[in-house]
Protein backbone atom coordinates (compact mmCIF):
# COMPACT_ATOMS: atom_id res chain seq x y z
CA UNK A 1 0.00 0.00 0.00
CA UNK A 2 1.73 3.24 -1.13
CA UNK A 3 0.27 6.65 -0.44
CA UNK A 4 0.11 8.73 -3.60
CA UNK A 5 0.60 12.40 -3.14
CA UNK A 6 -0.88 14.86 -5.22
CA UNK A 7 0.98 17.66 -6.59
CA UNK A 8 -2.38 19.59 -7.69
CA UNK A 9 -3.34 22.88 -5.32
CA UNK A 10 -6.31 22.54 -5.50
CA UNK A 11 -6.57 18.82 -4.98
CA UNK A 12 -7.10 17.28 -1.82
CA UNK A 13 -4.25 17.03 0.58
CA UNK A 14 -5.11 13.99 2.24
CA UNK A 15 -3.06 10.87 0.77
CA UNK A 16 -5.30 8.80 -0.87
CA UNK A 17 -4.54 4.51 -1.23
CA UNK A 18 -4.26 2.11 -3.71
CA UNK A 19 -5.11 -1.33 -3.84
CA UNK A 20 -6.91 -1.13 -0.80
CA UNK A 21 -9.50 -3.94 -0.17
CA UNK A 22 -12.51 -2.70 0.54
CA UNK A 23 -14.36 -4.18 3.93
CA UNK A 24 -18.10 -3.84 4.10
CA UNK A 25 -17.90 -4.70 8.13
CA UNK A 26 -20.72 -6.91 8.01
CA UNK A 27 -20.43 -10.08 10.56
CA UNK A 28 -21.85 -12.78 8.38
CA UNK A 29 -18.78 -11.72 5.79
CA UNK A 30 -16.24 -12.36 8.79
CA UNK A 31 -17.89 -15.44 10.48
CA UNK A 32 -19.37 -17.07 7.80
CA UNK A 33 -16.67 -16.31 4.75
CA UNK A 34 -17.11 -14.60 1.31
CA UNK A 35 -17.98 -17.74 -0.48
CA UNK A 36 -20.52 -18.87 1.55
CA UNK A 37 -22.11 -15.08 2.47
CA UNK A 38 -22.29 -14.32 -1.69
CA UNK A 39 -24.08 -17.73 -1.76
CA UNK A 40 -26.73 -17.03 0.42
CA UNK A 41 -27.40 -13.49 -0.99
CA UNK A 42 -27.74 -15.36 -4.21
CA UNK A 43 -30.20 -17.48 -2.84
CA UNK A 44 -32.08 -14.60 -1.15
CA UNK A 45 -32.31 -12.71 -4.80
CA UNK A 46 -33.19 -15.90 -6.23
CA UNK A 47 -36.69 -16.26 -4.47
CA UNK A 48 -39.35 -14.70 -6.27
CA UNK A 49 -41.80 -12.36 -4.46
CA UNK A 50 -44.88 -14.94 -6.02
CA UNK A 51 -43.94 -17.70 -3.72
CA UNK A 52 -44.27 -15.55 -0.63
CA UNK A 53 -47.64 -14.11 -2.09
CA UNK A 54 -49.04 -17.72 -2.31
CA UNK A 55 -47.50 -18.89 0.99
CA UNK A 56 -49.21 -15.51 2.65
CA UNK A 57 -52.89 -16.98 0.39
CA UNK A 58 -52.48 -20.63 1.82
CA UNK A 59 -51.93 -19.13 5.28
CA UNK A 60 -55.25 -17.09 5.06
CA UNK A 61 -57.15 -19.46 3.23
CA UNK A 62 -56.19 -22.33 6.17
CA UNK A 63 -57.15 -19.77 9.11
CA UNK A 64 -60.23 -19.16 7.56
CA UNK A 65 -60.91 -22.78 7.61
CA UNK A 66 -59.19 -24.17 10.88
CA UNK A 67 -59.77 -20.96 13.36
CA UNK A 68 -63.42 -21.50 13.60
CA UNK A 69 -63.58 -25.11 13.38
CA UNK A 70 -60.99 -24.84 16.60
CA UNK A 71 -63.36 -22.14 18.29
CA UNK A 72 -66.60 -24.54 17.77
CA UNK A 73 -64.11 -27.60 19.35
CA UNK A 74 -63.88 -25.25 21.99
CA UNK A 75 -66.97 -24.36 22.78
CA UNK A 76 -68.35 -28.23 22.99
CA UNK A 77 -65.15 -29.37 25.25
CA UNK A 78 -66.51 -26.54 27.62
CA UNK A 79 -70.27 -27.62 27.26
CA UNK A 80 -68.78 -31.62 28.22
CA UNK A 81 -67.31 -30.47 31.36
CA UNK A 82 -69.97 -28.68 32.18
CA UNK A 83 -72.25 -31.38 31.62
CA UNK A 84 -70.02 -34.12 32.90
CA UNK A 85 -69.68 -31.52 36.52
CA UNK A 86 -73.55 -31.47 36.34
CA UNK A 87 -73.99 -35.09 35.96
CA UNK A 88 -71.18 -35.47 39.00
CA UNK A 89 -73.42 -33.18 40.92
CA UNK A 90 -76.77 -35.17 40.53
CA UNK A 91 -74.79 -38.81 41.15
CA UNK A 92 -73.57 -37.42 44.84
CA UNK A 93 -76.97 -36.08 45.72
CA UNK A 94 -78.01 -39.69 44.46
CA UNK A 95 -75.76 -41.11 46.52
CA UNK A 96 -76.78 -39.32 49.73
CA UNK A 97 -80.28 -40.01 49.02
CA UNK A 98 -79.65 -43.45 48.95
CA UNK A 99 -77.36 -43.17 52.04
CA UNK A 100 -80.96 -41.77 53.85
CA UNK A 101 -82.87 -44.15 52.40
CA UNK A 102 -81.06 -47.13 53.65
CA UNK A 103 -80.29 -45.46 56.62
CA UNK A 104 -84.69 -45.61 57.17
CA UNK A 105 -84.48 -49.29 55.70
CA UNK A 106 -81.94 -50.37 58.59
CA UNK A 107 -84.46 -48.68 60.92
CA UNK A 108 -81.58 -46.57 62.30
CA UNK A 109 -82.96 -44.86 65.02
CA UNK A 110 -81.05 -41.63 64.78
CA UNK A 111 -82.71 -40.67 61.35
CA UNK A 112 -86.02 -41.39 62.85
CA UNK A 113 -85.08 -38.84 65.08
CA UNK A 114 -84.51 -36.30 62.70
CA UNK A 115 -87.02 -36.85 60.62
CA UNK A 116 -89.49 -36.43 63.61
CA UNK A 117 -87.44 -33.20 64.57
CA UNK A 118 -88.24 -32.40 60.78
CA UNK A 119 -91.64 -32.94 61.23
CA UNK A 120 -92.09 -30.54 64.36
CA UNK A 121 -90.45 -27.79 62.70
CA UNK A 122 -87.27 -27.86 64.92
CA UNK A 123 -88.63 -27.75 68.26
CA UNK A 124 -85.20 -29.74 69.60
CA UNK A 125 -82.20 -27.96 68.07
CA UNK A 126 -80.06 -29.90 70.43
CA UNK A 127 -80.96 -33.15 69.51
CA UNK A 128 -80.69 -32.00 65.85
CA UNK A 129 -77.62 -30.61 65.62
CA UNK A 130 -76.13 -33.31 67.29
CA UNK A 131 -77.40 -36.01 64.48
CA UNK A 132 -76.40 -33.71 61.72
CA UNK A 133 -73.44 -34.52 59.88
CA UNK A 134 -70.40 -31.60 60.21
CA UNK A 135 -70.07 -30.84 57.03
CA UNK A 136 -73.95 -29.58 57.40
CA UNK A 137 -73.45 -27.84 60.51
CA UNK A 138 -70.57 -26.18 58.86
CA UNK A 139 -73.11 -24.69 56.03
CA UNK A 140 -75.45 -24.04 59.06
CA UNK A 141 -78.13 -26.43 57.45
CA UNK A 142 -80.96 -26.52 59.73
CA UNK A 143 -82.81 -29.05 57.55
CA UNK A 144 -82.12 -32.53 56.83
CA UNK A 145 -83.05 -32.38 52.89
CA UNK A 146 -80.23 -29.24 53.47
CA UNK A 147 -77.57 -31.39 54.80
CA UNK A 148 -78.30 -34.55 52.13
CA UNK A 149 -77.47 -31.11 48.91
CA UNK A 150 -73.70 -31.41 47.67
CA UNK A 151 -71.71 -28.60 47.59
CA UNK A 152 -72.38 -26.44 44.84
CA UNK A 153 -70.68 -27.05 41.10
CA UNK A 154 -67.02 -25.54 41.37
CA UNK A 155 -67.04 -24.29 37.48
CA UNK A 156 -65.70 -21.12 36.19
CA UNK A 157 -66.18 -19.94 32.77
CA UNK A 158 -62.80 -19.05 30.81
CA UNK A 159 -62.46 -15.56 29.41
CA UNK A 160 -59.77 -15.19 27.10
CA UNK A 161 -58.67 -12.48 24.63
CA UNK A 162 -59.58 -13.50 20.80
CA UNK A 163 -56.65 -11.58 18.39
CA UNK A 164 -57.03 -10.16 15.14
CA UNK A 165 -57.16 -13.02 13.00
CA UNK A 166 -59.39 -14.99 15.32
CA UNK A 167 -62.19 -12.37 15.59
CA UNK A 168 -61.75 -12.05 11.86
CA UNK A 169 -61.95 -15.72 10.91
CA UNK A 170 -65.32 -16.16 13.18
CA UNK A 171 -67.23 -13.01 11.96
CA UNK A 172 -69.23 -13.59 8.95
CA UNK A 173 -68.07 -10.25 7.53
CA UNK A 174 -64.33 -10.34 8.48
CA UNK A 175 -64.70 -14.13 6.79
CA UNK A 176 -65.15 -12.56 3.39
CA UNK A 177 -62.42 -9.96 3.58
CA UNK A 178 -60.16 -12.91 4.88
CA UNK A 179 -61.40 -15.17 1.74
CA UNK A 180 -61.04 -12.49 -0.61
CA UNK A 181 -57.21 -11.46 0.64
CA UNK A 182 -56.08 -14.84 0.42
CA UNK A 183 -57.56 -15.33 -2.70
CA UNK A 184 -56.10 -12.04 -4.12
CA UNK A 185 -52.70 -13.77 -2.66
CA UNK A 186 -52.75 -17.02 -4.43
CA UNK A 187 -53.67 -15.32 -7.90
CA UNK A 188 -50.75 -13.24 -7.33
CA UNK A 189 -48.43 -16.30 -6.78
CA UNK A 190 -49.62 -18.28 -9.36
CA UNK A 191 -49.05 -15.11 -11.75
CA UNK A 192 -46.01 -16.02 -13.49
CA UNK A 193 -42.88 -13.84 -12.73
CA UNK A 194 -39.89 -12.75 -14.96
CA UNK A 195 -38.90 -14.85 -17.35
Known amino acids: MRAVASTDANHDPRPRFRDTPVRTGR ?8 WLAGGLRRVIASIEAGWLFLLAGI ?9 PAAADLEAVRRERDLAML ?3 HHEQR ?3 HRALLDAIAD ?3 SVRRMIRRERLGGLDDRLGAALLPPAAEGRGAR ?3 ASL ?3 PLPYA ?3 RDPSLLERLSISDRGRVWLIGAGGLCLLLGLLPGRP
Open 86 to 88: VER
Open 59 to 67: VLVAAVVLI
Open 157 to 159: ETV
Open 94 to 96: LDR
Open 27 to 34: PTDRAIGP
Open 143 to 145: SLL
Open 149 to 151: EPP
Open 107 to 109: DDS
